[in-house]
């Protein structure tokens, strides 16, 4: 494993054939956490797929046919309105897989627990993991995504405020029909899936970030570049309190790198001021590659 992303991923075919891999992974585990903790304990997620829960335990209708059949309409504006043929194919996979994963498994998963604490911790981690693979593979979930991205593109409405307003919606009507507790319980799982996903689509970088500020600008640089075989960028800087001009040195390191450069730092001077900050995520040279956009 890369000590900076979690993995590089691949180019040209094998890069689209990786994106649609991780699409199809990803929503496995989508549909894999919607019938181990959501259906079972009647917690609504956010969008189409709470609203087929809903159907389900108030008409008994099956969740994955539901949700693929609201989700029909949404891809073709998806597709005519909004992302094109790229868009499309990706969250019709998705779409289509999580509904055959949840009816397909219906009959034969066993819930593992009915303790609201677990479903709000293993429940968000299953859906937050799989929805960011999902968007790792450049593909969405569809349901009110889609509506969002509509509403922001001709309304002028931020994405976040459609989706929040959706959501609202849904979950009202979940706690007429659930009840209140229920719908807290969604609300909880919504936010720890949330913090999952943006780990599982930003990286788990280990990547950190350096500046350093020293009278010994040329040393250290030379050092770092020489020893550590890391690039440096040059940045000028202005003293608050002196009102000098003085270089920063910028410089990008992996997590077990740090150690190494701080002693280098010290050891060319020890006056030398270093601030060391988490890097979400690096691209270029000596990190994961850029990726092409690509059908």
Known sequence: MDSVSWFRAPRGRLGVAFDYGQILLGSVLVGL?????????????????????????????????????????????GWRYGGGTRFFLRTAL?????????????????????????????????????????????????????????AHRYLGVGIGQALLAMNVGIFAAAAFVFGAEPVMVALALAFVSARVLDLVQAGFS???????????????????????GRGVTVLWGEGGYTGEDRPVLYVVVAAHEVGRLKRLVAEVDPRAFVAITPAQEVLGEGFAPHRREEA
Request: contains cysteine; aromatic residues 6%; hydrophobic residues 55%.
């Open 206 to 228: 280990a990547a950190r970030a350096a500046f350093i500020i020293s009278e010994k600008e040329a040393a250290v640089r030379e050092a770092v570049l020489g020893r550590l």
């Open 33 to 77: 956490g919607t019938n181990l903790f959501f259906v079972p304990n009647k917690v609504v997620s956010g969008g189409v797929t709470g609203v087929a829960i809903i159907a389900h335990h108030t008409l008994a209708t099956p969740v994955g046919l539901v949700t693929l059949a609201l989700n029909i309409p949404l891809l073709w504006l």
């Open 94 to 150: 998705s779409v289509a897989t999580i509904a055959v994963t949840i009816d397909a498994t219906a009959a034969v998963v066993v819930p593992p627990t009915t303790d609201r604490l677990l479903v709000i911790c293993y429940g968000g981690l299953l859906d937050g993991f799989g929805m960011g693979l999902v968007f790792r593979g450049r593909g969405t979930t569809g349901g009110t995504d889609v509506i969002a991205r509509l």
